[in-house]
């Protein structure tokens, strides 16, 4: 499961040892991201170290 600090942000499966989430609900700003596996019969449980990240806002451009 992914988390923007201690809203949760998904889960996705893990596929060869690996899990991506994609989103779009990360608003402008900085934000604090980390995953949380909480294992299986194969793999043991696993927490990532958090990432700070800054999230740019989208910007309209006028080319005319």
């Not at 604090?32 to 449980?45: I, K, P």
Request: net charge negative; proline share 2%; no cysteine.
């Amino acid at each position: 499961e992914f988390f923007d600090g201690a809203t949760s942000l998904g889960a996705v499966a893990l596929v060869g040892g690996v899990s991506e989430l994609t989103t779009n609900a990360l608003a402008a700003g900085p934000h604090t991201l980390g995953a949380v596996y909480s294992g299986d019969a194969t793999n043991t449980a696993a927490t990532s170290a958090d990432q700070a990240v800054s999230v740019l806002a989208e910007a309209t451009v006028d080319l005319a």
